[in-house]
């Protein structure tokens, strides 16, 4: 099906008013209220506040248009980039000593107060632009060229979304009705031959063309036509039907492309990510230390060898990095054949059991992420020798590969971790791992981290 992120990509027409608003609206309200925290705690105005308000409102220029997005994924977003700046914020005055100059009590009315009055403008701004599309002069007519099975899923997303003010009028097609989607067959205005004159006699606003790409020379014909309407066109190109991974249009000098498999940590992205997984290992590991010793203990007593068990595994673009276990088994395969771990398997010892059940044995992989070979967050990496046979057999299988193997997964909290012993079994979880792919934010990371915290106690797919 066509996910809500394909629906704001391709289908959300540019929207001038509300992005102005929503570019001021944020950082004015972050000024704002430090300016009222001051005057609540009765401090005055000094030139370390103004310094303040000023990074602080180039750093949030331009807020983000949040209008349009479920309240709940705006709120977790809010709160994420909020959060994200109030450590660099305490990252900057760490690092120049400048933390004395501020009060902690209009600081922590501030950092307490700002993501709520933002999450209640979003409310009140998303009701403004629902109440603005409801309205009948605003009401967009549109058409669909091609009533094939994407020309349906184009309507339905249109449908869908009430803040889009978009109604649709129903398709062109030369095709027979046996060759069409059964719902769009219901809704056929005519011949694609038709289609110029109907949208310039009804007034249509917006024209949204689905057929196939090898229909191309049907689909330069309609364009000159249709540059003869006012009408606003749209080509949706017929990429659902494979696995798109982060789509999005890019420019190379001029030229539009199209990207379809490309990893969602690139700029300010991969900073974010590779911040936020330093800070939340390092702090993980220094609370966790006297476990990690009691741990590494544990294991020396339990059974002759190693405390670390050291396995190659495919990292980022499928190159081959060591990742760190605390040693649950007698035996350390990694060779070409590597048999996974069963329930009741007599290679594990029991304190190897335990530490497996409750995900203890993955603390070392925390130094991982600190070398940058792992994230804390992202599919789970699998033994050289399992990648290479399911290479073959899924596909897809290496998408998963264009990001960082993580400690903990999208698959892994929706009940996708253990044993994988069929191949269905791991079909499941590399379908997991690309919607994380799709679907990724500091938010669905933390999201992952909290239910990953409370499956630790009890998940019994382990073992």
Known sequence: MLDNRHTRSFFTAPQSVTSALAAFMEPTITVVVYLAALLWCDEPVRRPDVTLALLVYALGFPGRNRFRDRPLNAAVDIVSSWVTMLLLLGLCGWATDSIHFFEPRVLLFWALVTPVLQMLAMLAGREAVRWEAAQPQNRRAAVIIGAGALGAKVAGALSRSRLQGVDVAGYFDDRTDGRVDATAANHRLGPLADAAAYVRDQG?????????????????????????????????????????????????????????????????????????????????????????????????????????????????????????????????????????????????????????????????????????????????????????????????????????????????????RGETDTVDKMQARVEYDLAYLRNWSIGFDLQIIARTAKLVFFDRNAY
């Not at 936020?276 to 002759?304: C, E, M, N």
């Not at 059940?357 to 600190?370: A, C, G, H, K, M």
């Not at 990496?381 to 057999?393: G, T």
């Open 204 to 416: 249509i606003k917006d024209v949204y063309i689905t057929l196939p790409l090898t229909s191309q020379p049907r689909i330069i014909r309609l364009l000159e036509t249709l540059q003869g309407t006012t009408a606003s066109v749209y080509l949706v190109p017929d990429i659902f039907g494979i696995s798109v991974i982060q789509g999005r249009l890019r420019d190379i000098n001029g030229i539009p492309v199209v990207g379809l498999l490309e990893t969602p940590f690139i700029g300010t992205n991969r900073l974010a990510k590779r911040l936020s997984d330093i800070v939340l290992a390092a702090a993980i590991l220094l609370l966790l230390s006297p476990l990690f010793i009691a741990v590494a203990i544990g294991v020396k007593l339990s059974s002759p060898g190693p405390i670390i068990f050291k396995q190659r595994r495919n990292g980022l673009d499928g190159e081959e990095i060591i990742v760190y276990k605390f040693r649950s088994m007698r035996t350390q395969d990694d060779g070409a054949v590597i048999k996974q771990a069963t329930k009741g398997d007599p290679r594990i010892t029991p304190f190897g059991a335990f530490i497996r059940r409750t995900s203890l044995d993955e603390l070392p992989q925390f130094i991982n992420v600190l070398q940058g070979r792992m994230s804390i967050v992202g599919p789970r990496p699998h033994a050289v020798a399992h990648n290479e046979q399911y290479a073959q057999l899924i596909k897809a299988y290496m998408v998963r590969h264009k990001v960082k193997p993580g400690i903990t997964g999208w698959a892994q909290v929706n009940g996708h």
